[in-house]
T-cell receptor, first 112, second 113 residues
């Protein structure tokens, strides 16, 4: 299964756009990318999912280049409440099985 | 929608004791996942079920760990006998289908003394 690599931590000021990049060099043809957010003492929460190009929802955007070896989660105008750990996953559906693995995540600290 | 419900929220017990963690998935979801989270290893998938059937238990660390899903609304993760290195936060998650986004519970913080 494709291994993911993310920065361990990032700092940002309130109101700025934050981009978190995840590397997944050996992603396979049918794999897709999912991002989760986790606050302290809570379970992870789904943010966004995509296969290629760009996906946008009310929370974030996900950019995936043509080679799909990386992806970037973009959070517009972050606030203090966006301080959390962000996980990038590569999901591999298969006949009768399913593989996924969480990486170590990126700890985002938003500064006033 | 009540979300995924886990119990207990906290468990402290002595090594050697049996520990049972419980999970109620979101109604209508067909897939259920058990995870373990520690500082050292991050979030690890232990086992997942699809339509109440265990599909992949390759993440279960040892035979001391077992999981069951007797019906669509209930699952247990059991550790017997428990050891201090089992101390972690255990999460249960469910999804409508196995490859759909997962909804996580708030976890059980387990401490084995």
């Amino acid at each position: 299964l494709a291994k993911t690599t993310q920065p361990i931590s990032m700092d940002s000021y309130e109101g700025q756009e934050v981009n978190i990049t995840c590397s997944h060099n050996n992603i396979a043809t049918n794999d897709y990318i999912t991002w989760y957010q986790q606050f302290p003492s809570q379970g992870p929460r789904f943010i966004i999912q995509g296969y290629k190009t760009k996906v946008t929802n009310e929370v974030a955007s996900l950019f995936i280049p043509a080679d799909r070896k990386s992806s970037t989660l973009s959070l517009p105008r972050v606030s203090l409440s966006d301080t959390a750990v962000y996980y990038c996953l590569v999901n591999r559906p298969g006949a009768g099985s399913y593989q996924l693995t969480f990486g170590k995540g990126t700890k985002l600290s938003v500064i006033p | 929608d009540a979300g995924v419900i886990q119990s207990p929220r906290h468990e402290v017990t002595e090594m050697g004791q049996e520990v049972t963690l419980r999970c109620k998935p979101i109604s209508g979801h067909n897939s259920l996942f058990w995870y373990r989270q520690t500082m050292m290893r991050g979030l690890e998938l232990l086992i997942y079920f699809n339509n109440n059937v265990p599909i992949d238990d390759s993440g279960m660390p040892e035979d001391r760990f077992s999981a069951k899903m007797p019906n669509a609304s209930f699952s247990t993760l059991k550790i017997q006998p428990s050891e201090p290195r089992d101390s972690a936060v255990y999460f249960c998650a469910s999804s409508a289908k196995v490859d759909q986004p997962q909804h996580f519970g708030d976890g059980t913080r387990l401490s084995i003394l």
